[in-house]
Nanobody
Framework: VHLVESGGGLVQAGGSLRLSCATS????????MGWFRQAPGKEREFVAT????????SYADSVKGRFAISRDNAKNTVYLQMNSLKPEDTAVYYC??????????????????WGQGTQVTVSS
């Protein structure tokens, strides 16, 4: 499975960005999907996750109420809408997938596939 992120860039604090993660393969609907991020000098951390059907989501406390994860199984794509961005949201954002899984993927150890990452920079 090949995951390709897009939509990153430079934005001012308070602004918005929407990240996309397009996947290859015909079984996207069987994957639990997630977004993680890694800021400079820090460990990679969980941001958001969505179940294979899209019926369940979960967020890190730091982004709850500002970010929204969604998916379009017909387009094999997962999205991360990021609003009210803060300088501390600056990081490389990674798309992640767990194959054939009915739950949510919050732990890096549970991830089967990673994207290459997309840079998000929020200026103050």
């Amino acid at each position: 499975v090949h995951l390709v992120e897009s939509g990153g860039g430079l934005v001012q604090a308070g602004g918005s960005l929407r990240l996309s993660c397009a996947t290859s393969g015909r079984t996207f609907g069987t994957y639990a999907m997630g977004w993680f991020r890694q800021a400079p000098g820090k460990e990679r951390e969980f941001v958001a996750t969505i179940s294979r059907s899209g019926g369940a989501t979960s967020y890190a406390d730091s982004v709850k109420g500002r970010f929204a994860i969604s998916r379009d199984n017909a387009k094999n794509t997962v999205y991360l809408q990021m609003n009210s961005l803060k300088p501390e949201d600056t990081a490389v954002y990674y798309c992640a997938a767990k194959n054939s899984y009915w739950g949510l993927v919050r732990l890096q150890a549970d991830v089967d596939y990673w994207g290459q990452g997309t840079q998000v920079t929020v200026s103050s």
